[in-house]
C-alpha cells in the first residue's frame, strides 16, 4: 500500500488545479516598477477569456489525437553546467521527453513555457498533435523551469531572453547529437508556447548565425512581446485579485476549502480523487477567482526563479551566500519571504545587479529592451519561416503589443478570437494551422474551420484526450446551488455548509520535520535507483496479465473496507464491499476480474485511518513514511490497523509464511507501477511544502466529507493544521 505515493499522484494530475489555488503562496504590495503601461492587468482577457486560460480545452473540443504515443526520457548532463547547491540535489541532470517514429522524419522541438517542465499536459497535447502528423518530438522545459536552471543554465539567473535562448540552443545540440543512431532527422523545427513562444524565436535566429542545427521554421503559440511587461502586468493581477499580503491569500485559501469541503460533503464522496477539477470549477466561478488562479501560477513560478536566481548571483535577498540551505534545512520561511516579492524585485535585486556587472556596457534599460521580441525583429518580419498563433483576448498582451506582431508578421499570424492565454491550445483549428505552418502550407488567416469539426460539436468519442490531461470544468452536481437541494431530498440531517472560519489554518503542524525532509530525500533516491525501474520493468508485462494482478489485490482489499465499513457503522458501504467480494471472487474467477464494477458496484475502499476518524481522532503532524511516502500519525497508525486486518481475516490463507512477503511485494510493485508519479518532477526545492500542504489538507476535507452532514467540527483556525 503505497497510499502517500498514490495521493502525491493525484496531486500530479487531478489535483493541479488544487495545487494553483491552495499553496498558500501570495504577494504582498511592493513598490512596482513600470516597465511599461501595461494596461489593465488582465490584458486583453474578457470574463471567457479568463476562464479559458484556467480551465483549458475540454477533452471533447480537443482535434483528434493518437491514443498512444511513445515517450522516453532522457536524462543528460551537460557539460557547462555550473555548481550544483546542495539544495538542488536533485536537478543535477537535464531531463527532456523524446517520442521517436520508427522511420526517417523531420524533428519537431517543443520548449515549454514559464515554469513548466518539458511534459506537461499541454506539452502532451502539442506532443500527440506532433507525433501524429509524423513528426519525431522533443520536448524542453523552460529556461525558468528551476531544473533546467540548476542543469543547463550557464548563469543560474534566469530571465534574459537572448542568454537563457542560447542555453537551451546548446542544450538541444547536446541533446541531439546523442540521441540512438537508429534515429533519422530529416529537417529540424523549433516550437515553444508562452515564454517559450519567444524562446524559440530567439533560438531560430542563433542558428541562422550559427548553422549548428538548420532550424527550419518556428512556431510561436502566445508569445509575449515584452517578457517583463508581461511579468510586470501579471504582479498588477495577482493584487487586484488576491490583495496585499497573508490576508489576501489567507481569505482565498478559507473560501477554496470551504467550497471544496461543501462539495464532498453534499455529494458523498469521502475520497478525493480526479474529479477534483470539477470540484474547483465549482467553486472558482468568479473574475476574480480566475485571476488569483493565473496570477498565483506566475507567482509559483517566480518564486523558484527568484529562489536560484539569488543563490547562483549570490545577492543575498533571501539566502545567506556563505551558508546557503542544505539538505534537512526548513525552507518555510524563505518561502514566506519569497510570497510577498514581486517581479520588480527580482529584476532590481538579482537579475540587474548580476548583468550589469557581467556586461559593462549594460544599463537597466537595455535590459528592459533585451527582454523584448523587438531583438529578432527583422528576422520575424523578412523571414518567411516565422509564424505565430495568438488570441485576441491573450492575458499578457495589450493591444499595441498584438498590434505589433500583426504588423510585423503579417500574413504568418493566425488571430483566433477567443481563448485568452493558451485556453484554446489543442482545438481543431489551432493544431490544424500549426501543422500548415510547420509544413508550409498556411496560407494566412481567413481559411474556414471545417465545419464537421467545429469547436462544439466534435465529440468526446471522435478526440481521445492525450495521457496527463486534466479532466473537463463540467458542471458540478454539488455545486452551491445544489448543496442545499441534495441534502433537502434525503431524510437526514440537513447539511449546515462550512464557513470561512471552519477552515484550518494556512500552515502545517510538522514538529519532525527535519527527519521527514530525510525521509522524503531516502524516498526519492530509492524510489529512482531501485523501485521505479522495477516498476517499469514490470509494466512490460502483457497488459491483461498486468490488469488481472490489479484486480486481485484490489479485489483483496474489499476485506479490509469490509471490516473498517462495519467498525465505522457505514452499513450500505459495508454491504457494497461485500457484494463486490462475492462477486469478483466468483464470478470473476477469484478476484482476476472486476465483474462488479459492471453490475454498478462501485469500488470506495476505507481504511483503518477513515475509521480512526469517525472515533474523533484527527490527523495529527505531518509525517513522512519510508518508501510509502506522504502521510500523517493518524494514518501511518491506520496502516498498521489495515495491516493487522489483513493478517487477522487472511482470506484462504495467503498472508503468513513466506508467500506473504512475495504477494506484499507483487502488490507494492503493482501499485507503483500504477501510480504516476515522479519525486521532484516539479524540479523545485518547494516541492516538499508543497505536497505537505495538499496532502493535510486532501486528508482534512476528506475528513470532513466522511461526518457528513450536521454542524462543522470545531478546531483552533490559529493552529497549525494536524496539531
Known amino acids: 500500500m503505497l497510499g502517500g505515493l498514490e495521493i502525491a499522484a493525484g496531486l500530479a494530475h487531478g489535483l493541479s488545479l488544487l495545487t494553483l489555488c491552495l499553496t498558500g503562496l501570495a504577494a504582498a504590495a511592493q513598490p512596482a516598477v513600470e516597465f511599461s503601461d501595461p494596461g489593465p492587468p488582465t490584458g486583453l482577457a474578457d470574463s471567457a477569456a479568463l476562464r479559458a486560460t484556467v480551465f483549458g480545452t475540454p477533452p471533447q473540443d480537443l482535434a483528434p489525437l493518437p491514443q498512444t504515443v511513445p515517450l522516453r526520457e532522457i536524462n543528460i548532463a551537460v557539460p557547462w553546467a555550473r555548481p550544483v547547491p546542495e539544495v538542488f540535489w536533485f536537478d543535477r541532470k537535464l531531463r527532456v521527453w523524446f517520442s521517436a517514429q520508427d522511420h526517417p522524419a523531420p524533428l519537431a522541438v517543443v520548449i515549454s513555457g514559464t515554469g513548466s517542465d518539458g511534459n506537461t499536459a499541454k506539452i502532451s497535447i502539442l506532443r500527440a498533435a506532433l507525433y501524429g502528423a509524423g513528426y519525431h518530438v522533443l520536448t524542453l522545459p523552460s529556461p525558468t523551469f528551476p531544473g533546467f536552471i540548476v542543469a543547463a543554465s550557464s548563469t543560474g ?18 541533446i541531439i547529437a546523442h540521441l540512438p543512431h537508429r534515429i533519422r532527422i ?64 489567507e481569505k482565498l485559501y478559507r473560501r ?48 523558484n526563479v527568484f529562489f536560484a536566481g539569488d543563490i547562483y548571483a549570490r545577492t543575498g535577498v533571501v539566502v545567506d551566500p556563505e551558508h546557503p540551505p542544505r539538505v534537512g534545512d526548513s525552507l518555510e520561511g524563505i518561502a514566506r519571504t519569497l510570497r510577498d516579492k514581486p517581479f520588480s524585485e527580482y529584476f532590481w535585486n538579482v537579475f540587474a545587479p ?5 556586461r559593462p556596457d549594460a544599463t537597466p534599460g537595455s535590459l528592459l529592451a533585451d ?35 500583426q504588423s510585423t508578421l503579417g500574413e504568418r499570424i493566425a488571430v483566433y478570437d477567443h481563448g485568452g492565454h493558451l485556453g484554446n491550445l489543442g482545438e481543431p483549428r489551432q ?35 492525450p495521457p496527463g490531461t486534466p479532466a473537463a470544468p463540467a458542471a458540478s452536481p454539488a455545486s452551491a446551488t445544489s448543496v442545499s437541494g441534495a441534502s433537502e431530498q434525503e431524510d437526514i440531517e440537513p447539511l449546515v455548509p462550512l464557513t470561512t472560519a471552519d477552515a484550518p489554518s494556512m500552515y502545517t503542524y510538522d514538529p519532525w520535520e527535519r527527519l521527514n525532509r530525510f525521509t522524503y530525500r531516502f524516498n526519492a533516491r530509492f ?67 472486476d465483474v462488479a464494477t459492471r453490475f454498478k458496484l462501485q469500488n470506495a475502499p476505507t481504511g483503518f485511518s477513515a475509521t480512526l476518524s469517525t472515533w474523533g481522532l484527527h490527523p495529527g503532524p505531518y509525517l513522512v513514511m519510508p518508501i510509502l511516502g506522504p502521510s500523517t500519525l493518524r494514518d501511518g497508525v491506520g496502516y498498521l490497523g489495515d495491516y493487522g486486518i489483513y493478517y487477522g481475516v487472511n482470506v484462504a490463507d495467503l498472508y503468513r509464511g513466506y508467500q506473504s512477503y512475495g504477494l506484499s511485494t507483487v502488490n507494492a510493485v ?31 476535507i476528506e475528513d470532513e466529507a466522511l461526518h457528513g452532514k450536521g454542524k462543522p467540527r470545531q478546531r483552533d483556525v490559529h493552529a497549525p493544521a494536524g496539531e
Open 670 to 700: 503493482d501499485t507503483r507501477a500504477n501510480t504516476d508519479f515522479r519525486y521532484y518532477s516539479t524540479g523545485s526545492p518547494f516541492e516538499y511544502e508543497v505536497i505537505r500542504f495538499l496532502y493535510v489538507r486532501k486528508r482534512l
Open 157 to 174: 539567473v534566469a530571465g534574459d531572453l537572448r542568454q537563457d535562448s542560447r542555453d537551451l540552443y546548446a542544450a538541444m545540440q547536446q
Open 527 to 593: 524510489d529512482e535507483a531501485i523501485f521505479l525501474p522495477v516498476a517499469n520493468g514490470y509494466r512490460r508485462v502483457p497488459s491483461p496479465i498486468r490488469s488481472g494482478i490489479h484486480n486481485f489485490f484490489s479485489n483483496l482489499s474489499e476485506v479490509d473496507s469490509v471490516v473498517n465499513y462495519g467498525l465505522q457503522a457505514r452499513i450500505p458501504g459495508g454491504a457494497r464491499s461485500i457484494g463486490r467480494f462475492v462477486i469478483n471472487s466468483t464470478v470473476g474467477i477469484g478476484g482476476l476480474f
Open 186 to 249: 530529416t529537417d529540424i523545427d523549433v516550437l515553444g508556447y508562452s515564454l517559450g513562444a519567444a524562446n524559440a524565436a530567439v533560438i531560430k535566429s542563433i542558428d541562422a548565425t550559427e548553422g549548428k542545427l538548420n532550424i527550419h521554421r518556428a512556431v510561436m503559440i502566445n508569445p509575449p512581446v515584452s517578457l517583463f511587461a508581461s511579468m510586470d502586468r501579471l504582479d498588477k493581477l495577482f493584487a487586484a485579485s488576491i490583495g496585499p499580503g497573508d490576508a489576501g491569500i
Open 371 to 405: 527582454s523584448r521580441l523587438d531583438i529578432v525583429g527583422d528576422s520575424l518580419h523578412n523571414n518567411p519561416d516565422y509564424y505565430a498563433q495568438t488570441n485576441s483576448d491573450d492575458v499578457i498582451l495589450d493591444r499595441p503589443e498584438l498590434a505589433w506582431l
Open 256 to 303: 477554496l476549502y470551504a467550497g471544496l469541503a461543501d462539495y464532498y460533503r453534499a455529494s458523498e464522496k469521502v475520497q478525493i480523487g480526479t474529479e477534483v477539477l470539477a470540484a474547483a470549477g465549482s467553486v472558482l466561478n468568479t473574475d476574480a477567482d480566475f485571476s488569483a488562479a493565473i496570477a498565483l501560477t506566475f507567482r509559483i513560478a517566480l518564486i
Open 431 to 465: 493544431i490544424a494551422d500549426m501543422l500548415d505552418m510547420l509544413a508550409g502550407r498556411w496560407k494566412g488567416p481567413g481559411g474556414a474551420l471545417p465545419p464537421e469539426r467545429s469547436r462544439h460539436e466534435s465529440s468526446a468519442a471522435e478526440t481521445p484526450a
Open 354 to 358: 548580476y548583468y550589469l556587472a557581467r
